[in-house]
């Protein structure tokens, strides 16, 4: 269970599976990273952020939470590898983020969007979602 | 999917997507192409979403898309809507999260043999002048009023701080200002994401481009905006930076949640909305346009930047390099227009398409190593496309695709055979805008003038390529 970039004429498209929501959102975020390409120098320091969310339903809850950590990342120029939930339901989250000091940034993401932005909990179990990143 | 018989040929390099091919559709959508370029606009989402785009409340006249249409998110990229400001909405999505990205020409007093000698130091001299790349800060750290004051004043504020030419405002749209703008609407994280943004050229797709006029096709035209044949130009083409991104994004949000208190109803999310008239449709007009005069205070520090590296390199004997013209080609505009012979104020949204006007210039970039072209608008404009042209060549490959079809060797190579001289921080990005990524610009920019909403002028060539 993972994220792959697909085909988009313009920007980036790339789907989303996991087997749980947590995943799914926390997927999503290294996904996001893996365009970013940030390069790392100091793993030593690592830094802390935290973001509360509340919209209007979980495909809205996934994009403003990508927004919001693609926000944190290029304002404060940093990555983040692991992503912790204290609570995730239908329309809220708190997480953590932690992460390092990025020593440069490989690209620019200007937004995540709500564009076939989907989250989906499959027969299976498992939950997925499209996501287009204008780049 | 879409094929030729969902269109209707209307006149010669129009067709139509009647409103009768989907029953929620309020106008007909409209597309500006030739019949071999229809075949390759088929391909991919672009015609589904203009047809999104003829459903929203308040649209007027005809959901319209540029030959250089590619598919986007929600409003497709090469598209004009045109809504009533009474009755209309307003989308960010229809402008983009590039608020006013668009292109300035600057022209020189010489010629390329004149040039030719200083182009690589030329090239690299700029290259390290206009700081390019992602998360990489300009010269400027303003905070608090004085970051405000870019907000609200636009290209006007860069000359106050010494940064132009009182001549450069009256070549720039709008005067490089919309007085609209309200900086206190504009959130605290995007002036963070944009604080340190300002004389800054960014990735994707954005470059400085050094070039030859190496076409006339209107001699009293060319006159006019003092463009003569071998004559050396430069093109900028960026935009608002992360503020714009930031300001697109708070307020696709915000739209998000009131869409229901208004009973608006989309085909697609990213297509959010809000009544024009409304205090959230409102609220964004005004950061819109704070983020609208950001990008063209950006564009003005960047073209001090270029003429600083221009005095550098070519000293005294170098000449002045003058405005020709700045166009925004991501923004929303209230404009008059007669349908049906009623006059109505209408709010344009263009999103990948450049302000056409009868006499104003209109820059078509073109992409990298590919030719650009300086038109003029024609009275056509304002009676067919709401007074709207094309932008660019339009994508027609992913970037992944483009990473695949060619190696930076062998485009740097390409290039260089071809004359042109390459400063580029990123491989990646220079072959994710390798020309093969692109339709033809020639094509395009000849739809548009055998259309009639603009004439041909010039045709550009590239010698040297500044990218991020």
């Given amino acids: 269970m993972t994220y792959k970039i697909l085909e988009h004429t313009a920007d980036v498209r790339m789907i989303v599976q996991a087997d749980s929501l947590e995943k799914l959102f926390s997927e999503a975020v290294y996904g996001m990273m893996k365009i970013i390409e940030p390069k ?7 830094i802390e952020r935290k973001i509360s969310l509340e919209a209007v339903d979980t495909t809205a809850l996934l994009i403003d939470f990508l927004n919001e950590v693609l926000l944190a990342t290029y304002i404060h120029k940093e990555v983040y590898n692991e992503v912790i939930f204290k609570s995730l339901s239908e329309r809220s989250l708190e997480a953590k983020l932690s992460g390092f000091i990025a020593k440069s940034l490989g690209e620019d993401i200007k937004a995540v969007t709500y564009h076939e932005a989907d989250v989906k909990n499959k027969k299976d179990g498992t939950w997925e979602t499209m996501l287009i990143f204008d780049i | 999917m879409f094929n030729k018989s969902n269109l209707i040929k209307i006149e010669d390099f129009l067709w139509e997507i009647p409103k009768n091919f989907r029953n929620d559709m309020r106008v007909p959508a409209r597309i500006y192409t030739h019949d071999e370029m229809l075949d390759s606009i088929a391909v991919d989402k672009s015609l589904e979403q203009l047809v999104n785009v003829a459903t929203l409340p308040g649209i007027k006249g005809y959901a319209l898309a540029m030959p250089d249409i590619h598919e986007g998110y929600g409003f497709p990229v090469g598209g004009v809507a045109a809504f009533d400001s ?11 999260y590039d608020i006013n990205c668009g292109v300035r020409l600057l022209r020189s007093e010489k010629t390329f043999s004149e040039v030719k000698p200083h182009l690589h130091n030329l090239g690299r001299t700029i290259y390290h002048e206009v700081p390019s790349g992602v998360g990489v800060g300009g010269r400027l750290d303003l905070k608090g009023r004085e970051f405000d004051m870019v907000l609200e004043k636009g290209a006007e504020r860069m000359l106050e701080l010494g940064y132009g030419e009182v001549q450069d405002l009256e070549h720039i749209e709008s005067g490089g200002v919309l007085h609209t703008a309200a900086p206190e609407l504009v959130s605290v994280h995007a002036k963070s994401r944009g604080r340190d943004q300002l004389g800054t050229m960014g990735a994707g797709n954005h470059f400085v481009e050094v070039d030859i006029v190496e076409v006339i096709f209107d001699n009293g035209e ?31 949000r915000i739209m998000m949640k009131v869409m229901p208190n208004y009973g608006i109803v989309l085909p697609d999310r990213e297509l959010a909305c809000a ?9 964004y007009f005004k950061a819109m346009s704070a983020g609208a005069n950001f990008a063209w205070a950006n564009r003005q520090l960047i073209t001090w930047e270029v003429r600083k590296a221009w005095k ?17 080609h991501n923004i929303a505009k209230i404009e008059e227009y007669t349908l049906d012979g009623k006059k109505y104020n209408l709010v344009i949204h263009r999103k990948g398409a450049t302000r056409s006007f009868p006499g104003q210039p209109v820059l078509i970039p073109g992409s990298m190593g590919t030719n650009s072209y300086i038109l003029v608008g024609q009275e056509k404009a304002m009676i067919s496309s709401f007074g709207s042209s094309c932008h660019g060549a339009g994508r027609r490959m992913s970037r992944t695709r483009a990473r695949k079809e060619v190696s930076v060797e062998e485009l740097r190579q390409r290039l260089e055979s ?9 491989s990646k990005g220079l072959t994710e805008e390798s020309p093969e990524a692109y339709k033809d610009v020639n094509e395009v920019v000849g739809v548009i003038h055998e259309a009639g ?7 550009l060539k590239p010698i040297a390529v500044i990218k991020g």
């Fill in chain 2, 222 to 252: 060319a006159e006019k905006l003092n463009i003569f044949k071998d004559q050396v130009t430069v093109l900028i083409h960026t935009g608002s930076r992360g503020l714009g991104h930031q300001i697109a994004t708070d307020y696709i």
């Fill in chain 2, 86 to 96: 009474e009755e209309g909405i307003i989308s960010p999505g229809g402008i983009g």
């Fill in chain 2, 453 to 459: 909403i603009a004439k041909k002028v010039a045709r």
């Fill in chain 2, 418 to 426: 071809m004359g042109i001289v390459v400063n580029a921080g990123s």
């Fill in chain 2, 275 to 283: 009544p024009f008239k409304s205090r959230e449709g409102q609220e």
């Fill in chain 2, 312 to 328: 550098d390199v070519l000293g005294k004997e170098g000449g002045k390099l003058s405005m020709v013209y700045d166009v925004a």
């Fill in chain 1, 40 to 46: 790392v120098d100091n793993k030593k320091e690592v």
